[in-house]
C-alpha cells in the first residue's frame, strides 16, 4: 500500500513559480505510474501531468504545456511538480496520484489511479 503526502503548496502572485513535492511511503514508487490533479471550487478533478516509471514518458494536459514540469526521483521515492508562469486560473487544489504497480498506461482518467495523496492548495492571485 503506498501513502502519498504532497507538500509545496501555498498563496503566488501570477507569473510566480511554486515546485511541489509528493512524497511516498509504504512501498517503493519505482513501478508506479505517477500522476498530478488538480481540482478548483465547484469544478471536477482534472489531469494536469503523468510520468512513466523512469520518467523518461511524459504527458501535461494542454493548459499546463510549457509552463509546468513533473518529475521523480526515484531514490527518494518522491515526485514533482514545479510550475511556472503561475496564472490565477491554476488556482485549485492539487493531487499526487499513482497507479497500480506494473502498470505502464499513463492515465488521464482519475478513477484509473489507486493511491491519492491528501491534496495541497494553490492560490495565485492576480
Known amino acids: 500500500q503506498v501513502q502519498l503526502v504532497e507538500s509545496g503548496g501555498g498563496l503566488v502572485q501570477a507569473g510566480g513559480s511554486l515546485r511541489l513535492s509528493c512524497a511516498a511511503s509504504?512501498?517503493?514508487?519505482?513501478?508506479?505510474?505517477m500522476g498530478w490533479f488538480r481540482q478548483a471550487p465547484g469544478k471536477e478533478r482534472d489531469f494536469v501531468a503523468g510520468?512513466?516509471?523512469?520518467?523518461?514518458?511524459?504527458y501535461y494536459a494542454d493548459f499546463v504545456k510549457g509552463r509546468f514540469t513533473i518529475s521523480r526521483d526515484n531514490a527518494k521515492n518522491t515526485v514533482y511538480l514545479q510550475m511556472n508562469s503561475l496564472k490565477p486560473e491554476d488556482t485549485a487544489v492539487y493531487y499526487c496520484?499513482?497507479?497500480?504497480?506494473?502498470?505502464?498506461?499513463?492515465?488521464?482518467?482519475?478513477?484509473?489511479?489507486?493511491?491519492w495523496g491528501q491534496g495541497t492548495q494553490v492560490t495565485v492571485s492576480s
Open positions: 496520484a499513482a497507479r497500480k504497480e506494473y502498470t505502464t498506461l499513463i492515465s488521464r482518467v482519475d478513477s484509473e489511479y489507486s493511491y
Open positions: 509504504g512501498q517503493t514508487i519505482g513501478t508506479n505510474v
Open positions: 510520468i512513466s516509471w523512469s520518467g523518461g514518458t511524459t
